[in-house]
């Protein structure tokens, strides 16, 4: 069945150092793929998504580009904030089924970003 | 705030009580969601409804019981919970859910611990 790996945390930076969360899936044809964050005591909310192949998802200025060769969706970020520090979470949606907008959650990467 | 509304916000509760938890959303969608975040585990969807209609109902115990009025409100109904139940419960809404790049909006989540 479909599935979401994304890399063990919890991550811990410095501020304005260049963040990378790795993810990849598994799923049979083309599933819609997306980050959310959770911040401290709130829900998720949505950071970003890519509907199809070589497609790039961009927001707040984090990154990341559906790879369908390496079933990948690594989220990227040049320079990290304090104000980043939160839950990361990867997921996938699709593409066969009755259900197809049912969410697939990876784990969820804590990241603490340093002063 | 995302347009979805979740009360109460925390919940404690004896095994042999009977609760609810309900949810609400102001953004004129058709499906609606309940997932059980707990520590270490990704997020489990628990159920779904599309236009009022339960879709999915992920193996979920009959402890749990969901109810959907109309598109804007879902509420879950608990009764004779186990301590494993403690987690966040979270509420999601989409346009729909058959779609796969539809986005899903949470709310804050209701903390549930039992007792």
């Known amino acids: 069945g479909n599935s979401v790996t994304q890399m063990e945390g919890p991550v811990t930076l410095s501020e304005e150092a260049f963040l990378t969360i790795n993810c990849t899936y598994t799923a049979t044809g083309y599933p819609s793929l997306f980050w959310y964050v959770q911040y401290p005591g709130e829900g998720l909310q949505l950071l970003l998504k890519a509907t199809k192949a070589d497609d790039k998802g961009s927001n707040k200025g984090f990154e990341a580009t559906y790879r369908k060769e390496t079933t990948s969706f690594h989220l990227e970020k040049g320079s990290v904030q304090v104000s980043d520090s939160a839950v990361y979470f990867c997921a996938l949606s699709g593409p066969y089924g009755g259900s197809q907008g049912n969410l697939i959650f990876g784990k969820g990467t804590k990241l603490s970003v340093k002063p | 705030e995302t347009g979805v509304t979740q009360t109460p916000r925390h919940l404690v509760m004896g095994m042999t009580n009977k609760k609810s938890l309900k949810c609400e959303q102001h953004l004129g969608h058709n499906a609606m969601y309940w997932y059980k975040q707990s520590a270490k585990k990704p997020l489990e969807l628990m159920f779904v409804?599309?236009?009022?209609?339960?879709?999915e109902n992920n193996s979920v115990p009959s402890r749990f019981s969901p109810e959907c009025p109309n598109s804007s409100h879902l509420f879950l109904h608990l009764h004779t919970l186990q301590p494993e139940d403690s987690a966040l419960y979270l509420c999601?809404?989409?346009?729909?859910?058959?779609?796969?790049?539809?986005?899903?909006?949470f709310g804050p989540g209701t903390r549930l611990t039992v007792l």
């Open positions: 999601a809404s989409s346009q729909e859910s058959t779609y796969s790049h539809n986005e899903q909006f």
């Open positions: 409804y599309n236009f009022k209609e339960q879709t």
